[in-house]
């Protein structure tokens, strides 16, 4: 009788208390989200990934928010992110991590999977810049290279990757704001996808294969829409840059260009920032939360043991 009550108090407590409920969905390698161009770690307690870090841990996953230049080249960031998932590897004991990265997180995280595949389990890509922006292209091409204002901007644009950079702890690592501008124009990604292609589609707007010749899973997902909550300042500039493009897009990158492995949706009402659950949180009330993507997808991974 005792034995009895004991479970079934088991039970009540655990419909009360959601983070030890799903301890199940934790994955078996640890997850690394990696942050897209000027991005961050956490600014005065802010993170990029606003709150998304901590739903998982919630759920039991050992969660590590990436150190990279919040500009430069993607192979440059890829070497930063290879050396910040040898020390996880190192402190946890763990084969192999789970990469999650967005917008210029995307291709950062593909280029690690890419050269070193025996580290890493699984690459996901939100909002990634996998087939380039348009936005990219219309801002280098309004830029006359090696010009007067090309210097300016860049200065400019260097100097706000470094005060990113030290206000969120990552000051140390250089910045180039103008090879990551060059990354992320089409000509740029396809330059990259000819040495790291593992997981991207054979076509633009196709599906890559879900597990690549390198043994690593792929996944992406996307926005589709600008303005999608209007006490959010930041929609307001993604609905002007969203002009660039003749597609369906986030403001920043187009839906197709975000393919990556297998899609899980590339039409979500949500913006570029929406996707990381930013800023503060105003996102759309008609879709899917952010944060409960990122739960799903945890235990999406943790379904295929990785």
């Not at 990279?68 to 910040?84: D, I, K």
């Not at 996901?124 to 087939?131: A, H, L, P, R």
Request: hydrophobic residues 40%; charged residues 15%; proline residues 4%.
């Amino acid at each position: 009788m005792k034995a009895w009550i004991c479970t079934s108090l088991v039970i009540i407590l655990s419909l009360f208390n959601p983070a030890q409920a799903e301890d199940t969905q934790a994955t078996r390698y640890p997850i690394v989200m990696v942050h897209g161009l000027f991005g961050f770690n956490d600014i005065w307690g802010i993170d990029y990934f606003y709150r998304i870090p901590q739903a998982l841990e919630q759920q039991g996953a050992k969660v590590y928010i990436a150190s990279v230049s919040p500009a430069n080249a993607t192979e440059v960031r890829g070497e930063q992110l290879r050396t910040f998932v040898q020390a996880v590897l190192a402190q946890t004991g763990a084969e192999k991590v789970n990469l999650i990265g967005h917008s210029h997180g995307g291709p950062t995280a593909r280029y690690v999977a890419s050269v070193s595949p025996e580290m890493v389990a699984s690459v996901t890509s939100i909002g990634g810049v996998n087939w380039g922006s348009r936005f990219a292209d219309f801002t280098r091409s309004a830029v006359p290279a090696d010009s007067a204002t090309e210097w300016l901007i860049r200065q400019g644009a260097d100097l706000l990757a470094g005060v990113i950079a030290g206000v969120s702890g990552s000051g140390e690592l250089p910045s180039d704001s103008l090879a990551a501008m060059e990354a992320l124009t089409t000509r740029g990604s396809l330059l990259f996808n000819q040495s790291y292609g593992e997981g991207m589609p054979l076509d633009y707007c196709g599906q890559g294969a879900e597990v690549a010749a390198n043994g690593v899973y792929y996944f992406s997902w996307s926005g589709a829409a600008n303005l999608t909550h209007a006490l959010d300042a930041s929609d307001y500039p993604l609905s002007l840059t969203g002009l660039a493009f003749n597609e369906a897009n986030d403001g920043l990158v187009s839906s197709c260009s975000s393919h990556l492995g297998k899609v899980i949706n590339d039409s979500y009402q949500m913006n570029h920032l929406d996707e990381v659950n930013q800023t503060f949180g105003l996102v759309s009330w008609f879709e899917t939360n952010p944060v409960t993507l990122y739960r799903q997808h945890l235990k999406r991974l943790q379904q295929l043991g990785l």
